[in-house]
């Protein structure tokens, strides 16, 4: 069965200082791995997506990494910012039909001033 | 938001009674997707949508039904409420299948007594 295990559930952090976030997934055909973003009582935005060549992806202070060999990800906020709080889902997608998504239960972020 | 409405966005109802919630998109994509959000839980697929009029199971299809007569609508109808229905649904959409990027909608609370 497809999984996503995210790590770790909760985190609280000071403003300015920087995080990372873990995911770890048993998903195959692994397609690609998206980050996604999730504000309180919103929908989830995309943040970055990679597929299996690729190892790093940027977007502002948010860097994702992809190890396709041991088969984890992880996000790395930098300087983070009030606005940072959300939850931060990692998701998963194997080839093959629109149903392939398989998603983690998120890491909830607080940042605090 | 991309494009995506969702109603209504809060809803209390009774166990027995059915609802039906709207998801309603403006990009014209191809893929429509409905899923549940529960604490502890990923996002789960209900059911989906490859075009009009075609549909398909998720994982956790038991109890709902779906319909698709025009692209930029997908309705999900719980032909009998339960408690267990109690959730917070996601409208989703993509141009393409589960490996392309899907855009989510605000989401609908939903509460059954």
């Known amino acids: 069965k497809n999984q996503v295990e995210q790590s770790p559930q909760s985190l609280i952090i000071l403003e300015g200082k920087n995080c990372t976030l873990q995911c770890n997934y048993t998903v195959s055909p692994f397609s690609n791995l998206r980050w996604y973003k999730q504000d309180t009582g919103r929908g989830p935005v995309s943040l970055t997506i990679m597929t299996f060549s690729e190892n790093t992806k940027s977007n502002g202070r948010y860097t994702a990494t992809l190890d396709a060999d041991t088969k984890q990800s992880s996000l790395h906020i930098t300087a983070s910012q009030l606005s940072d709080s959300a939850s931060y889902i990692c998701?998963?997608?194997?080839?093959?039909?629109?149903?392939?998504?398989?998603f983690g239960s998120g890491t909830q972020l607080t940042v605090l001033p | 938001d991309a494009g995506i409405t969702q109603s209504p966005r809060h809803k209390v109802t009774e166990t027995g009674t059915p609802v039906t919630l709207r998801c309603h998109q403006t990009e014209n994509h191809r893929y429509m997707y409905w899923y549940r959000q529960d604490p502890g839980h990923g996002l789960r697929l209900i059911h989906y949508s490859y075009g009009v009029k075609d549909t398909d199971k998720g994982e956790v299809s038991d109890g709902y039904s779906v319909s698709r007569s025009k692209t930029e609508d997908f309705l999900l109808t719980l032909e009998s409420a339960t408690s267990s229905q109690t959730s917070v649904y996601f409208c989703?959409?993509?141009?393409?299948?589960?490996?392309?990027?899907?855009?989510f909608g605000p989401g609908t609370r939903l509460t059954v007594l």
């Open positions: 989703a959409i993509s141009n393409s299948g589960g490996e392309d990027t899907q855009y």
């Open positions: 998701v998963v997608s194997a080839r093959g039909s629109a149903r392939q998504l398989t």
